[in-house]
C-alpha cells in the first residue's frame, strides 16, 4: 500500500459515505409523497430506535446469543422509568451511567 | 463543505477499520452498509424538512450530515416543534465536526479514562432510551417499538453486520402502519 492508494481509499470512503444518503434523497425531495409513505415513514423513528437498543440489552456479542439479566438490561428498567418520569436526556444519561456502573460494580464484588 | 465534512469524517471513522483488515474491497463494502442505514434515517428527516417539495441542494447539503445520534434528536425536536431544516442542517453538522474533534481527542486523552469507569459504556444506551421515550406518542407507537425491539434480537442472532436494524424496522414499521389503518378502519365503522 502506498500513499496514493490511500488517498483513492479515502475518496471512495467519502463516495460510499455520501452518495447512499445523497442520491435517494434528492430524487425524492422533488416530489410530494403519498399519504401511506408519510405515515409509514413517522413510524420509521421510533422502530429504528427500539431496533438499535433492543439487542444491546437481550442479546450478547461474540457469538451472538439471547441473554436475560445483562446488567445493560437491570440498568434499562430505572432508566426508562425516569425518562418517562422527567424527560430529560441529560438527567437520563446520567440515571443510566450509574445505574450501570454500580451493577457493574456489585457484579465484580460478587 | 458537505463532501468535505464526510469525506474527513469517514476518514476518521473508518480508517481504523481499513487498516485493520488490509482489504480494500471489504472496508469499502462495510462503510457502504454502514451508510445505507444512514440513508434510511434521512428520509423521514427529509420529509420534515422540506415535505417533499425542497431543492435537492439543500437535501444534499443537509442530509449528508445524517448519524444515528443526530437522527434521533432531529425526530424529537421535529415532534416537539419550534425546529426547522436550518435546526437540523446545524445539529447535523456540529454533531459531526464535535464527532471529529472528539475522536482526536479520545486519541491523547483516553489514556487516562479507565476503561468502564463511571458507566461511561452506559451513555449511548441511556440517550437512546431517553429519545426512544421521546417518539412514543401513542399506542401505535409503543406497539411498533415492541414490534421492533422482538425482530430485532431475533435478526441479530440470525443475520450478520448491522442488517439487523434495517430489517426489523421496515417489518416493525410496516406492521405498526397495518395495525394504524386497521384500528382506523374500526373507528370509522364504529
Same mark, same amino acid.
Given at each position: ?11 471512495l470512503m467519502?463516495a460510499v459515505t455520501?452518495l447512499p ?14 399519504? +401511506?409513505?408519510?405515515? +409509514? ?59 450501570? +456502573? ?9 | ?14 480508517? $481504523? &477499520? ?10 469499502l463494502h462495510h462503510i457502504y452498509c454502514c451508510n445505507h442505514?444512514?440513508?434510511?434515517? %434521512?428520509? $423521514? ?5 422540506? /415535505?417533499?417539495?425542497?431543492? /435537492? ?8 450530515? &445524517? ?7 432531529? #425526530?424529537?425536536?421535529?415532534? !416537539? /416543534? ?7 442542517? &446545524? ?13 482526536? %481527542? ?20 441511556? #440517550?437512546?432510551?431517553?429519545?426512544? &421515550?421521546? !417518539? ?23 443475520? $450478520? ?26 373507528? !370509522?365503522?364504529?
Open positions: 500500500m502506498n500513499s496514493f492508494d490511500y488517498i483513492i481509499l479515502i475518496i467519502g455520501y444518503r445523497m442520491l435517494p434523497l434528492v430524487a425524492l425531495s422533488s416530489r410530494r409523497l403519498p399519504v +401511506w409513505f408519510t405515515e +409509514w415513514l413517522e413510524l420509521i423513528p421510533v422502530a429504528i430506535l427500539s431496533a438499535l437498543i433492543a439487542p444491546t440489552l437481550l442479546a450478547s456479542t461474540e457469538p451472538r446469543t439471547f441473554s436475560l439479566g445483562k446488567p445493560e438490561l437491570l440498568a434499562a428498567l430505572p432508566t426508562l422509568l425516569f425518562a418517562l418520569k422527567t424527560r430529560s436526556l441529560a438527567g437520563t444519561v446520567i440515571v443510566g451511567m450509574f445505574c450501570y +456502573w454500580g451493577l457493574k460494580l456489585v457484579a465484580l464484588s460478587n | 463543505m458537505a463532501d468535505g465534512f464526510n469525506v474527513y469524517y469517514s476518514f476518521c471513522r473508518w480508517f $481504523p &477499520v481499513y487498516c485493520r483488515c488490509h482489504d480494500r474491497q471489504r472496508s442505514l444512514h440513508g434510511k434515517f %434521512a428520509a $423521514p428527516v427529509d420529509e420534515f424538512c422540506h /415535505g417533499g417539495s425542497f431543492p /435537492g441542494c439543500f437535501t444534499s447539503f443537509s442530509d449528508a450530515g &445524517v448519524t444515528d445520534e443526530s437522527f434521533a434528536v432531529n #425526530m424529537a425536536r421535529f415532534n !416537539q /416543534g419550534g425546529w426547522n431544516r436550518y435546526s437540523a442542517l &446545524v445539529l447535523n453538522h456540529v454533531t459531526n465536526a464535535t464527532w471529529i474533534v472528539s475522536t482526536v %481527542a479520545g486519541c491523547y486523552v483516553g489514556q487516562f479514562i479507565p476503561a468502564g469507569s463511571f458507566g461511561i459504556d452506559y451513555a449511548l444506551t441511556g #440517550m437512546f432510551i431517553c429519545l426512544l &421515550v421521546f !417518539q412514543l406518542r401513542g399506542t401505535v407507537f409503543a406497539i411498533t417499538a415492541l414490534i421492533a425491539a422482538f425482530c430485532s434480537v431475533l435478526a441479530y442472532l440470525w443475520l $450478520p453486520g448491522n442488517a439487523y436494524v434495517i430489517v426489523s424496522s421496515c417489518l416493525a414499521a410496516t406492521a405498526g402502519f397495518a395495525i394504524k389503518r386497521a384500528m382506523r378502519h374500526r373507528k !370509522q365503522t364504529t
